[in-house]
């Protein structure tokens, strides 16, 4: 497999771009694709010309920057950006300017892509989890999960395939003809596919293309990466009440023998008493890990 390249989403946050930047070099990233989206309006428009002219300044890697020239959204901007990127390359890893991780974060991704380039089962990998929704016992090795993530995630052209084909609850559809029930994996879930269009967001359409097709995530054992970007900034940042991220740790080692795929007993059980029900408050404190603009 080729260099796996990153693609990376940004707006109008240069100050976060740049420690997200940093993190990238640190961890020799080969190749960027970075696609700004455009200005709003007026306000925003000189952070957004600070953010491209960090992009157009990398010249550490070979940088490939596509600037928009209106407001895509965050939804809008991730979808096309990565249906760009995956008609290119077989496998990539998304990151977005709020994102920083430890170093090895790009090692361990690009050995799981490549380790799982081929099976089926697996749909996507990620350098994310939490405490909350980790199973107990899982040590240093990771774990396959059903429900899929949107924090420095990686998948391939493969699994890719069909994201923008049908929206979230269209997807949730597909999954309930699996017998899947739209809140097997939290009750947060169903809201957010009601709200996909109206809020112009994407993740939770991914979480349910995994769950119509019985696709797995593979999971770090603890989290490479954290969120910056809870504040004022953030376009669809609340406050991530319960989800406070623990000071990170080195990243995990990489397998000398990646496990066979099979979903954690534990995850479901794990991630409905996270998401138990009540989708204001679960929207509160859920919508900035999931829904950034």
Sequence with gaps: MNPIP?????????????????????????????????????????????????????????MRVVERTENFGLGRNVLSGVSEVAGRHEAFIVWEDDLVGVPGTYAWLSAAL??????????????????????????????????????????????????????????????????????????????????????NIWAVRWLYHHLARGGLCVRPPWSMVENIGFDAQATHAAAALGWDQPVLRAAPPVPRAWPEPREHPDCRRLWRQANPGGWRQLWRRVSARLHRG
């Design 6 to 62: 990153v693609v990376l989403f940004a707006y109008a946050r240069p100050a976060h771009l740049a420690r997200g930047l940093a993190c990238l070099r640190e961890d020799r990233v080969p190749l960027i694709y970075a696609f700004a989206d455009g200005a709003k309006g007026a306000p925003d428009r000189v952070a957004v010309a600070e953010t491209r002219a960090l992009l157009r300044g990398v010249d550490w890697c070979e």
């Design 114 to 199: 490549q380790a799982y380039a081929n099976d089926e089962r697996v749909m996507s990998v990620t350098a994310w989890t939490h405490p909350r929704v980790t199973p107990t016992g899982v040590g240093e090795a990771p774990y396959f999960d059903p429900r899929a993530e949107c924090w420095v995630w990686g998948a391939w052209e493969r699994s890719w395939r069909g994201m923008t084909e049908a929206t979230a609850l269209e997807k949730m559809a597909g999954a309930a003809r699996r017998g899947v029930a739209a809140d097997a994996c939290g009750a947060d879930l169903p809201a957010m596919a009601r709200a996909e269009a109206r809020k």
